[in-house]
């Protein structure tokens, strides 16, 4: 599997935009972006996905580079529900296997 | 909205038993997959199921583990004789199954398996 890279943590604060970077140097041709994340005592829960694309939906948008090496994800205002581990991982076969790496986790300030 | 449902919520077995982890996947969902978490690591995949065989499995699924789907809605985890090591907590997810990669994987709120 192509390997994501995240930064281990990122703090916010409550109803301000914020940013979360993933890199993917290796990614492949076939291979789609999606983003996870686990809140706390939680399983892990479906944020959003792309390609090529940049994406949006009701939780967050997808910005993917026009080289698809790195993407970010964007929390249009966070709120203290968002305080979460953030998962960036790439999966390249029908409905294939989540591979995780260890997230970023993102705090949020009141 | 439809959801996963795992149960029992926390499961304490002392080493050496059997247990058997029960998920219900969403209704119409086609793969199947199983996952841990060891407190404080990263979720780890162990095998993916589809069409009542498994379609993939990790190093992880050894010989002591076994899924199964035996009335066409619970989808188990069986752990044949229970370590130290297995003591994480379990999710079950689902997915629809039918567009290949672009599908969400649905998560279940998790089995927390204590082995003493």
């Known amino acids: 599997d192509a390997k994501t890279t995240q930064p281990n943590s990122m703090e916010s604060n409550e109803e301000e935009p914020v940013h979360l970077p993933c890199n993917h140097s290796t990614i492949s041709g076939t291979d789609y972006i999606h983003w996870y994340r686990q809140l706390p005592s939680q399983g892990p829960e479906y944020v959003i996905h792309?390609?090529?694309s940049n994406v949006n939906n009701r939780m967050a948008s997808l910005a993917i580079a026009e080289d698809r090496k790195s993407s970010t994800l964007i929390l249009h205002r966070a709120t203290l529900r968002d305080a979460a581990v953030y998962y960036c991982i790439l999966r390249s076969g029908a409905n294939s296997k989540l591979t995780f790496g260890k997230g970023i986790t993102l705090s949020v300030r009141p | 909205e439809p959801e996963v449902t795992q149960t029992p919520s926390h499961q304490v077995t002392q080493m050496g038993q059997e247990v058997i982890l029960r998920c219900v996947p969403i209704s119409n969902h086609l793969y199947f997959y199983w996952y841990r978490q060891i407190l404080g690591q990263k979720v780890e995949f162990l095998v993916s199921f589809y069409n009542n065989e498994i379609s993939e499995k990790s190093e992880i699924f050894d010989d002591q583990f076994s899924v199964e789907r035996p009335d066409g809605s619970n989808f188990t985890l069986k752990i044949r004789s229970t370590k130290l090591e297995d003591s994480a907590m379990y999710f079950c997810a689902s997915t629809p199954g039918t567009g290949g990669v672009t599908y969400e994987q649905y998560f279940g709120p998790g089995t927390r398996l204590t082995v003493t």
């Open positions: 792309g390609l090529t």
